[in-house]
C-alpha cells in the first residue's frame, strides 16, 4: 500500500486477516446450514474486521504523513481512495446492468436504480436503512448491492476523520491525538449502544454507531508510531495472537444476528480480539506464519474485489432459482465470485490504482459514473424492462400481480390513504407514527370502537376489518413485538387507546418474548380493556426466494391448478407455528382474555389445505406470512363469520 512520497512496510499476515473476513462474510451470505442450523451465524462480523483493519492501515499513513510532512495532502487522499475504491465498484455495477434488466421485476429494477446511485454518492448505507426493515431479512439476500452500505460507512468516516486527525495534531499537545481518538471510539460506542437497544435496524447502517470499530484500528496505528513495541513481549506474543483467532472465530460461530446488541458492547470482546491479532502478529508466531501463507495472501489481495461481486452473483443467483438452493449452487456462486474477482483485480483493480495516468482515470471513471447515473435515473421513471417477457408473466398470472413489491405496498395503502390529513407522512411498520399517538381516529359513531395493536402484522388485520367494516370503526396502533415497556406505557397514553372498546393485538410474537408480552395484556386488563389475542398468521417456507404461489406459478406454467395449490401448502408451512399458538391460547385462558388464532383462517386442517389462493382466484400472500389485500379481506371476513366480535 502506497502514501505519497513513502511506503508503508507490508505485512502479509494483513492480507491473511483480509481472506478470514471476507470467508466469513461470504459464508454468512451463502445462508448454509446443517440441521436447520446455520453454521457461521456470526459471519457478518468479517466487516467488523475490515473496519478495524482498514482504520490501522489509512490512519498509519495519514500519521506518517503528518510525522514527515507537518500536514495532510487532503487531495493526495482522496485521490489515492477514489483510485483504490471506485474502478472495481464501477466495473460491478456496470455488469449488473444487463443482468437486472434480464432478471429483475419493474419494482425490483427501480429500487436497484436507486442503489446505484446511492453508491455513486457513498450514502447506500442511509438508503438500506430506510429501505430494510432488517439487515439480517431473508429479503436482503435478493438486493444485489445491498453490501455497498459497509463502502458507505468508510468513506463517509474518512471524509472527516482526516480533517479530525489534521485538528488534534495541530492543537500540539502532547497525547492530543491519542486522547481524541480514544475519546471519539468512547462516544460512538455509548451510541452504538443506546442506539442499538431502540433502533437496531438504524444503527447496524449508521456512521456514527460504526465510527468506534474503524477508530480502534486508528488507536493500534497511534500506538505503532509512538509505541511501537508496548506489550509485545514474548510472553503476551506467544498466546495473544491464537487466543484473539479462538474468539473471533468464536463469534463467527456463535454470535448470532439479532440475538445480542450489535453493532454495541456485546461486539466489544470482537473489536478487542481484532486489534490483538493485529496488534501481536509478530513474523515467526506460529499464527502470523499460517496468515502469511500463500492461500490467505491471495484471497487476502483479492479481498476488495470478491466483497463486491460476491453479494450480486449471490443475489442474482437466488433470484434466477426457482427450486431452492443446492450445494451445487453454493460451490458454483463461489468459483463464479472468485473468476470475477481476479479477473476484475488484475484487469482493472491493479492497474487502475497504479499504472493508470491521471487523465485516464479521471476520464474513464467519468464515462462509467455518468452511464450507471443515467441508467438509475431512467429505471426509476421509465418501464426499461422486455415486454416480451412481462407479457409471458401477464398470461401465467392473469389477473394476478406478479410483483410481490407491489402487493406490499397496496397493503399500506389504506393507512396512507387514511394519514392524509394527519400531521404526519405514513405509518411505520413496528412502531407508532405520531399520528398513532396523539390524533383520535374514532368518530363516535355509536358503534364499537375497535383498536389493532401490532407489528406489520397489526396492518394485516387491520385492513381486513377496514375492509368488511359493518358497524364499528378501527384504528391501528403500531407496536415492536418485543413489547417494550416504554413503547407499551405511550399505547396506554394514547387517545385511541383511551377511547377504544376492544383492543385487539395482532404481531408476529415471538416465543422469548412472552412475559412482557403477558405484562402488556395484564397492563390493558387492569385499566378494564376487552382484550382480544390474536394468535400468529400461518407462516410458509418456499423451495425458492419466491413465495409459494409464485414458485408454484412459474413451475407448474400452464399445468397450474390453484386447487392444487392450495392442498399442496401445508408441506411447506413452518412447524413452529402451530405450538406457539398454542402457548398463546393458554396464557388468554389464564387472563381471562379471548383468543383467535390467524393460522386457523388460512389454513384449514380438516381437509389439508391452507388457503394461498382466495375462493375468487386471488393472491392471498405477498411473502410467506404477510396478508395481500385480498388475503386480509377474505381471512377477516372468515373470522367474523365465525363471532370474532361476538
Known sequence: MHSSGHKLTYRPEIDGMRCIAVAAVLIYHLKITVAGTSILPGGFLGVDLFFVLSGFLITKILLEELQTRGRIGFGRFYARRARRILPPLLLVMLVSVPVALAVLLPSELSRFGMSLLTNLFFVSNLFWADQLGSYGAQSSLLQPFLHTWSLAIEEQFYLLFPLALFGLFKIGRRNAIWIGIVAMALISLVIAHLTTLHRADLSFFSPASRAWELLAGSGLAYLSQKRPDALRTRRFAGFVPLFSLIVIIGYFVAFHFGQHAHPGLPTLPFILACCGLLWFAQPGEPVTKVLSTTPFVFIGKLSYSIYLWHFPVFAFGRLTNLDGVTAADHALWIVVTLALSAAGYYAVEKPFRFRIPGRAFVATTCMATLAIAIFAGLSSFTDMLSQHRLAKLDALYQDNTYDNEVLQKQSWSI????????????????????????????????????????????????????????????????????????????????????????????????????????????????????????????????????????WYLRRSGDHASLEKLNALAPRYEVASVAPLNVTLRNLAQQLDIRFVSRRDLVCDDAVGSCHLITPDGKKAMFDGHHWTLDGARYFVRRALEQGLLE
Open 415 to 550: 393507512l396512507k390513504g387514511l394519514y392524509q390529513n394527519s400531521s404526519e407522512g405514513e405509518p411505520l411498520a413496528h412502531v407508532a407514527s405520531r399520528h398513532e399517538k396523539e390524533d383520535l381516529w374514532f368518530k363516535d359513531t355509536g358503534g364499537p370502537k375497535i383498536l389493532v395493536v401490532g407489528n406489520s402484522h397489526s396492518k394485516d388485520f387491520f385492513n381486513g376489518l377496514y375492509l368488511n367494516a359493518n358497524g364499528y370503526e378501527v384504528a391501528r396502533y403500531g407496536l415492536r413485538s418485543n413489547f417494550a415497556k416504554s413503547d407499551v406505557e405511550a399505547l396506554f397514553a394514547s387517545p385511541n387507546f383511551a377511547a377504544a372498546d376492544l383492543v385487539m393485538v395482532a404481531t408476529k410474537y415471538d416465543s422469548t418474548k412472552i412475559a412482557k408480552l403477558t405484562a402488556a395484556l395484564q397492563g390493558m386488563r387492569a385499566r378494564e380493556k376487552r382484550v382480544l389475542l390474536i394468535g400468529n398468521t400461518a407462516e410458509f417456507e418456499s423451495p425458492g426466494v419466491l413465495p409459494i404461489f409464485d
